[in-house]
């Protein structure tokens, strides 16, 4: 696989995308599984690491494993800006035709990367494969909260998504590129891509118990209340957004 930084190397079929906070416990086990899993596809891919301004010295960390790893970038956010602006640096810095984000914590399963691929290749071409946690191993607050959480969504935007907080999610990055994110707006990556006139596609994947470390991206009650907040601005966009072709004549 050749170095993802050499300016000579060939075109990217795949960027996998992880946001990165205070993950120093994690980040070396994550990187090994995914890699592992992207070299089976016999495609040039790379591993984008967005780090937002992570303090335990997993930043340095990422950096030194580069030389292990010579698919991995490390994009690193001045200070720490939240979930959606790292996602945000992590795809504006992809070169993939498709790109997967997922969550560096070792929650989502890199393993179910090439089922999500699969599903972008079925006759409609979806623009985006969204992972369905079909077993959440989460604690009993953090899976109500979620509940609550996508029930509003879905109300508010119209989205029937059924688990859009699940991180792992494949996209053709046409779409992905066009779509504008707002802080909070990564819980709502498939409305922005319907909105984009993107058909989405459900895939149930696994979800694993996180094996050391702590949620670092919000807990609870609070991050429902925000997400209410959000899919209010999302339905706003939603009724106003410009959708259309044109060419000159």
């Not at 899976?143 to 109300?155: D, G, L």
């Amino acid at each position: 696989m050749p170095n993802a930084t050499d300016s000579n190397a060939p075109a990217v079929y795949l960027s996998l995308v992880a946001p990165v906070y205070n993950e120093r416990e994690c980040i070396e086990e994550f990187l090994k599984e995914a890699d592992g899993v992207l070299q089976g596809l016999g495609k040039p891919y790379e591993i984008v690491c967005a780090d937002d301004g992570s303090k335990d010295g997993c930043r340095e960390l990422m950096v030194s494993l580069k030389a292990t790893y010579p698919a991995l970038r490390v994009v690193g956010l001045e200070g720490n800006h939240g979930q959606s602006a790292a996602f945000d640096a992590g795809i504006k810095a992809a070169r993939g035709e498709i790109i997967v984000l997922i969550d560096a914590d070792l929650q989502n399963d890199p393993a179910d990367i090439p089922k999500l691929l699969a599903a972008l290749e079925a006759p409609e071409k979806p623009a985006c494969a969204a992972g369905r946690r079909a077993n959440r191993r989460d604690n009993f607050v953090r899976r109500i909260s979620s509940k609550i959480a996508n029930a509003v969504r879905i109300w508010l935007t119209n989205d029937p998504i059924r688990d859009t907080g699940c991180s792992l999610k494949a996209f053709r990055a046409e779409y992905l590129k066009r779509a504008k994110l707002f802080n909070g707006m990564h819980r709502f990556f498939t409305t922005l891509i319907r909105m984009e006139g993107g058909a989405i596609v459900e895939v149930d994947v696994n979800h694993r118990p996180r094996p050391r470390g702590t949620p670092k991206y919000g807990l609870g009650l609070g991050r429902t209340f925000r997400a209410l907040r959000d899919a209010t601005a999302v339905r706003w966009m939603r009724q106003r957004y410009l959708l259309y072709k044109s060419k000159e004549l």
